[in-house]
């Protein structure tokens, strides 16, 4: 027996060594395991060499070109935000890569989806940054979209290209701008980019060598008013968070808050193994940049599952996670995954994480006589109060608009004109979530998360699914699919997967079963652990018990409607030098900030109700008395 040990034990450290040494020669660690090894073929094309056909390709455009397009061609790893222009409902998409039959492509043309329209263009400009995936991108809202880094290689991915340049789009008109700093961050991928004040904040990534993967822990600041990039340096005893790829970077009300990552670990001679991460840290900004600090956060409540490729992007003081994938390395040749397709999201200030569960599709009746008469009882309410102060404007139009057009995104009623809500594309609602996956590109609208493309792994090979989806994050009543490609999906799991790796360890399930079974077990086990104690949690604290809290199924608008007139009087008591419209759509903003500050805690409420068979709560109109006793 131990003559078998040792020689099954040689075999399996020469197949780790095998695998560890093509997967040094493909060059391409992205935040999750390579899964294809094409690095043997002598007759790839060098790498500057294809860099400077495309150098010659973009000289070719002399002007910003517009193209509308039936939508973006099939890729992963590219770059989407919400355009940050107000009342912009759009979509930006930069980049990405795909590959086929071994040959792997990347693009620079930068996509724009019109939400109001569905309307996808194609913008290309002599000055668009060179083609390139897994770039950071964010944006500012002041209109301006920042992008750097990201990766690229040779057709046969045989040579591998990190970025270190900085680009600026203007999200209005679409031109790029290259910004040429002496000092930079070097090139990366996998790092991430959050927005503070006036600073973009970039942290971590990796950087391929070779011969070697080198995580990244360094922190940058470029300041938007000088165009200027800054390395933040830590006094030699502050604790920092560990290098790290693929990770979540999210505004925070004084500063970011980074979660998670991925990052590769020595396991032996010349072996690694990946890490998947779970800690969370907050980073304290200010205006004296050497005063930045680095402040661990303690796990508390519900945790998600480790995961790695699921960055959360911001929506209103939380973030929102989707999907990721965790590896079960037991081996180093062998390696057997777990995707998910859940939804979380992260609440920043009370560092509390929430499961969000999509809703069965409910028909509801329009009452817009009913709405209107409300609204206008509303308004009535605060015009006097204003009055009353000596605070109201003779024109309060413009506010009143800004106002009811917030309240229409929410409703979902964007279109008054019935002739135009049948000219609009009608998509398929689902009640269910996408198809597990890692790697999706999201955003957020208004309200409203987009998940773009992703991939799902078989054995050791890849999938991207050509897809996108989009969920209301204030009513969670569906997904709406605008397309989805699952065929090569659906294929693969039919045939099975054929990797001959996968036969090895049949073969020494005797010796491996044990280790493999406790490895699955521990994190079952965790999972539920930690989910039990959240149902046993008490209610969500408020930060703030004294202002008006919304009730179960209550709509913005209809807390809107019940509150606005105490919110205007709290509005008027914190802003002296404002009069009339300020203080109307600050108070509006108080009540909206509200209404989202509870939202989860509202949602449990819900979930029980419809449990017990409750789905919606009808307020009772008490401004008309039924003169009968009760």
Known sequence: MAKKGKKDKDAKKARAEEKNKKAQAKAATKDKKKSKKLGEDDDDVDIETVLQQFKEQQEAFEAVNIETVHRPSKRINSSMVANPVHGKRELLIFGGENTVDGIASFYNELFTFNLDTSQWRKITSQNSPMPRSSAAIA????????????????????????????????????????IDNRVSPSGRSGHRIAVWKNYFILHGGFRDLGTSTQYLNDLW??????????????????????ARSGHSLVPHADGLVL?????????????????????????????????????????????????????MVHHKGRGVLFGGVYDYEETEESLESQFYNELYTYETQTNRWYSLQLRSLKKKKQERVKKQARDEDLEEIL????????????DQDDDANDIENELKKMDG???????????????????????????????????????????????????????????DLAKLDGMKVYWEDLKEVERAKEIGDSDDDF???????????EEEEGDHKLVAEEEDEEEEAEEDEPEIPD???????????????????????????????????????????????????????RREQIRIEEDKLEDTGVGEVVEKDTSKSSGKRR
């Open 221 to 242: 600041v470029f300041d938007i008013t000088t165009y200027k990039w800054t390395q933040i340096e830590f006094p030699p005893n502050h604790t920092i968070p560990d």
């Open 259 to 311: 979660w998670g990552g991925y990052c590769k670990v020595k396991a032996g001679k010349g072996l690694q193994k990946g890490k998947i991460l779970t800690d969370c840290w907050l980073l304290t900004m200010k205006s004296d940049l050497s005063a930045i600090r680095w402040e661990r956060r303690r796990k508390q409540g519900f945790q998600p599952s480790p995961r790695v490729g699921c960055s």
């Open 413 to 471: 009623d964007n279109a008054s004109d019935e002739d135009e809500d049948k000219d609009k594309i009608e998509y398929e609602v689902r009640n269910q979530l996408p198809h597990p996956r890692f790697n999706a590109s999201t955003a957020v609208v208004d309200d409203t998360l987009f998940i773009f493309g992703g991939i799902w792994e078989l054995g050791e090979k890849d999938y991207s699914i050509d897809s996108l989806y989009s969920i």
């Open 543 to 597: 930060p703030r018990p004294w202002l008006p809290h919304p009730r179960a199924f209550e709509t913005l608008r209809a807390f809107y409607v019940r509150t606005g007139a105490q919110f205007l009087e709290w509005a008027i008591s914190n802003n002296r030098d404002a009069r009339g419209k300020h203080l109307k759509k600050h108070s509006f903003d108080l009540c909206q900030d509200r209404w989202w500050e």
């Open 383 to 394: 015009n006097a109060l204003l009055k009353k102060a000596n605070l109201e404007d003779e």
């Open 139 to 178: 944006a500012h809202p002041s209109g301006v979209v920042l992008l750097h880094g990201g990766e690229f290689s040779s057709p046969k991915q045989n040579s591998f290209w990190h970025y270190n340049d900085t680009w600026l789009c203007d999200a209005q008109t679409k031109e790029w701008t290259k």
């Open 503 to 513: 036969d090895e360890d049949d073969e020494d399930d005797e010796d491996d079963g």
